[in-house]
């Protein structure tokens, strides 16, 4: 399960940096870009990035060893 996490984290963190090469591409185009578009896929990368690292940190399925009692 540790493995499936961290490979869709992979994957959003791919996205995410989809998102910000077409928002860079699309500002140095030159009809511009759409604010709203950019804000929308700049907001989006953010999202993808958060869920990614999430995703990394969180434990899948049952751990090897319990954790210790403090």
């Given at each position: 399960?540790?493995?499936?996490?961290?490979?869709?984290?992979?994957?959003?963190?791919?996205?995410?940096?989809?998102?910000?090469?077409?928002?860079?591409?699309?500002?140095?185009?030159?009809?511009?870009?759409r604010i709203g578009?950019?804000?929308?896929?700049?907001?989006?990368?953010?999202?993808?990035?958060?869920?990614?690292?999430?995703?990394?940190?969180?434990?899948?399925?049952?751990?090897?060893?319990?954790?210790?009692?403090?």
């Open positions: 399960m540790k493995i499936l996490l961290r490979s869709v984290s992979v994957v959003m963190w791919a996205i995410a940096a989809f998102l910000v090469y077409a928002v860079i591409h699309a500002v140095a185009s030159p009809g511009g870009a578009v950019a804000i929308g896929y700049v907001a989006g990368a953010i999202v993808l990035t958060a869920v990614g690292v999430w995703l990394w940190r969180v434990r899948g399925g049952s751990p090897e060893t319990p954790a210790p009692v403090a």
